[in-house]
């Protein structure tokens, strides 16, 4: 595919790596995505899926975290997660707070904890930061089981027990 984009535009596009890269990332997100959607079809957790999926992929996006080493991996993580949190909710309400303490503290503590291979700003940091603890607090309006669930499966992915310096050279 990245061949074809090439060929096509080969003036306006990136190198023909770059795109495989984004692609593959494309490629792979669409597959858990799909796989997830269907599971919960299937297991009549539809809608709990797709909100366990975007509330996971949107404090991903703010909070970072770390990455599995292969794509299958990913993959298979990703749709194990996705098709299988959903299912777990009918917990207690002093559960669900408990947990959404746990993922506000772990946002104020570790986030963002972006990949080695984003590159964000050192000025960005904090917006990230702010932003991902306020998606987290608006669960404790929204009292969501499921929000909780992916929040808390986000959460465990930035904790980190190295030592960090938030400064230029981190988030160059």
């Known amino acids: 595919m990245a061949v074809a984009i090439k060929r096509a535009n080969p003036e306006q596009t990136h190198s023909i790596e770059i795109m495989q890269y984004s692609l593959s990332i494309l490629l792979n997100t669409l597959f858990s995505f799909t796989v997830s959607l269907m599971i919960g079809w299937f297991t009549d957790k539809l ?3 797709l909100i366990f999926f975007f509330s996971f992929a ?3 996006m703010c909070s970072g975290g770390f990455h599995l080493k292969t794509a299958l991996a990913c993959n298979s993580v990703s749709i194990f997660i996705c098709a299988t949190l959903p299912h777990l909710t009918g917990f207690s309400d002093q559960t669900l707070i408990a947990i959404n ?3 506000f503290l772990t946002m104020l503590i570790f986030a963002p904890n972006p990949d080695v291979n984003v590159n964000i700003s050192a000025t960005s940091a904090p917006l990230l930061k702010v932003i991902s603890v306020l998606l987290v607090g608006c ?3 929204i009292g969501s089981e499921v929000i909780g669930l992916a929040f ?3 959460s465990l992915t930035i904790i980190t027990f190295k030592r960090r310096r938030l400064d230029e050279k981190d988030f160059s």
């Open 58 to 60: 949107i404090l991903r």
């Open 101 to 103: 303490c746990f993922n």
């Open 152 to 154: 808390l499966t986000q």
């Open 139 to 141: 669960n404790f309006f």
């Open 47 to 49: 809608v709990e899926t």
